[in-house]
C-alpha cells in the first residue's frame, strides 16, 4: 500500500512485485523449527543466510524484470516534505479508523473466504463427511495429488505440501500443520534429510505470501496481477529449491 506514492505505475508494479520476496517475521518459526531440528549448531547462520538470499533473489528478480516486463525508465523519485507539527489524538484516531475500515471492507473479505475454504478442505472428506484423521480431508488428497511436483525438489511428502498449502493462510500455520500431521519430530527427521530440509527452508523463504498480502495486492492491482504474482513466485521458489539441491547433490 505505501507503492501508491510511486508516481510511476511501472515503478509501483515492480515494488508490489518484489516486496514479497523478502523475508517476513512470520516465517521465521518456520526458520527456527527446520535449523533448530536439523542444523543446531549453524541456525544463525542459515537464519542469516536466508535473509541474504531473500535479497539477493529480490534483486536478480528486479534486474531481469525491468530489462522485460517492466521495460523504460524510471522517474525520478522527488518527494517534498511538508512543516512536521505534532499530530492531534482526535486527527491520528480519524486516520487509523480510514486505514482499518479500509483493509476490513476490502481485504479482510478476501482472508475470510480464504480461511473458510481451508477451514472446509481440512474438515471434510470428498463425501462431505467430517474426517477424524487429517490424511483422510480433502486437502490431504489434494497435497497427495501436488507432492509428485515436489518430489525432485526432495519434499513430496503430502503431509510437507500439506504444511505449505496451509501456510498460504498464514506462514506460521506450516510449523503447527507439521506437528500434526507428523505427530513429532521424529517423524519430521525421518520423511526429509538434511538436503531437503534446505531445499524446502529456501522454497518457505521464496513462495506467495500469505493470503492477506495477496489480498492487499489485489486490492492495488487487481485479480490477474495477484495470481500472476502467486504463480511467479511459486515457480521462483520451486526453481531456486531445486537449484539448492542440485549444489547439494554436488558438494555432498
Not at 84 to 100: C, E, F, M, S
Not at 182 to 203: I, M, Q, R
Not at 207 to 232: D, H, M, N, Q
Request: glycine share 6%; net charge positive; charged share 15%.
Amino acid at each position: 500500500m505505501a507503492s501508491r506514492t510511486l508516481p510511476s505505475e511501472r515503478d509501483r508494479k515492480m515494488t508490489i512485485m518484489l516486496t514479497p520476496f523478502m523475508s517476513c517475521t512470520a516465517k521465521l518459526p518456520i526458520y527456527g523449527f527446520f535449523t533448530a531440528l536439523f542444523f543446531p549448531k549453524y541456525a544463525g547462520f542459515i537464519m542469516v543466510g536466508l535473509y541474504v538470499l531473500s535479497v539477493c533473489t529480490g534483486l536478480l528478480v528486479a534486474l531481469v524484470s525491468k530489462s522485460t516486463v517492466f521495460k523504460g525508465e524510471a522517474v525520478p523519485f522527488v518527494m517534498e516534505l511538508p512543516n512536521y507539527r505534532l499530530p492531534g489524538i482526535k486527527n491520528v484516531a480519524h486516520l487509523l479508523w480510514d486505514k482499518a475500515k479500509d483493509f476490513l471492507q476490502r481485504a479482510f473479505t478476501v482472508i475470510l473466504l480464504a480461511a473458510i475454504i481451508v477451514w472446509f478442505l481440512q474438515t471434510f472428506d470428498f463425501r462431505l463427511n467430517i474426517v477424524s484423521d487429517s490424511k483422510d480431508s480433502i486437502l490431504a488428497m489434494l497435497a497427495g495429488f501436488l507432492a509428485p511436483i515436489f518430489r525432485p525438489v526432495g519434499f513430496g511428502d503430502w503431509r510437507v505440501v500439506t504444511a505449505l498449502i496451509a501456510g498460504f493462510m498464514a506462514k506460521e500455520s506450516v510449523v503447527s500443520t507439521l506437528n500434526v500431521l507428523f505427530g513429532t519430530e521424529a517423524g519430521v527427521l525421518a520423511a526429509l534429510s538434511p538436503l531437503s530440509a534446505v531445499s524446502l527452508l529456501v522454497f518457505c523463504l521464496l513462495y506467495t505470501p500469505c493470503v492477506a498480502a495477496i489480498a492487499s495486492i489485489r486490492r492495488e492491482l487487481g485479480a490477474k496481477w495477484s495470481v500472476g504474482i502467486v504463480l511467479f513466485q511459486c515457480m521462483i521458489a520451486w526453481v531456486m529449491a531445486l537449484l539448492v539441491r542440485l549444489i547439494g547433490f554436488v558438494f555432498m
